[in-house]
């Protein structure tokens, strides 16, 4: 394998790596729980039925 080819690769393997970990702790960041009400507004708007998420 050609040394132009590992860069690329490793790029990519570090572009991939990046985008687990911001998955993985973007959780940990933003609380879903603030998009309840957009998310309930949303599935009545196009459905027309009401929508209760449990939970906090």
Same mark, same amino acid.
């Given at each position: 394998?050609? *040394? #132009?080819? *590992?860069? +690329?690769?490793?790029? +990519? $393997? $570090?572009?991939?790596?990046?985008?687990?970990? &911001?998955?993985?702790?973007? #959780?940990?960041? +933003? %609380? #879903? !729980? !603030?998009? *309840? #009400?957009?998310?309930?507004?949303?599935? =009545? !708007? =196009?459905?027309?039925? %009401?929508? &209760?998420? $449990?939970? %906090?």
């Amino acid at each position: 394998m050609g *040394k #132009p080819v *590992k860069i +690329i690769l490793s790029i +990519i $393997a $570090a572009i991939a790596f990046l985008i687990v970990i &911001t998955i993985i702790t973007l #959780p940990f960041f +933003i %609380d #879903p !729980n !603030n998009f *309840k #009400p957009e998310i309930a507004a949303a599935v =009545k !708007n =196009k459905t027309g039925r %009401d929508l &209760t998420l $449990a939970g %906090d």
